[in-house]
């Protein structure tokens, strides 16, 4: 079992900067592929990162690279998500996730945070 709480959210203006975190406790976080998941009002949840267990390869939504880095420290049970350049249409709920293998699909994390709200204003 992996218990996941995010924080970082918050309001924020087109351009400006924001970093997510998400503690993780529980059982050997390095063990675990972490994802990011981003859910609008009214649509569906999204992914928009992911990382590694030793934190090696990541992968990102096109609709992010370059704007978003996704880290990890494996000593601390954290992983994070820089958001730079934030724009209107990223304001979303963002959701951290754990799982054992690796992929951008929702049905690929078996745990999930409870979500940090980022909202961006134009």
């Known amino acids: 079992q992996v218990q996941l709480v995010e924080s970082g959210g918050g309001l924020v203006q087109a351009g400006g900067s924001l970093r997510l975190s998400c503690a993780a406790s529980g059982r050997t976080f390095s063990a675990y592929v972490m994802g990011w998941f981003q859910q609008a009002p009214g649509k569906e949840r999204e992914f928009v990162a992911a990382?590694?267990?030793?934190?090696?390869?990541?992968t990102y939504a096109d609709s992010v690279k370059g704007r978003f880095t996704i880290s990890r420290d494996n000593a601390k049970s954290t992983l994070y998500l820089q958001m730079n350049s934030l724009r209107p249409e990223d304001t979303a709920v963002y959701y951290c996730?754990?799982?054992?293998?690796?992929?951008?699909?929702?049905?690929?994390?078996?745990?999930w945070g409870q979500g940090t709200q980022v909202t961006v204003s134009s």
């Open positions: 990382i590694t267990g030793s934190g090696g390869m990541t």
């Open positions: 996730a754990a799982g054992r293998f690796w992929g951008r699909r929702m049905g690929e994390y078996d745990y």
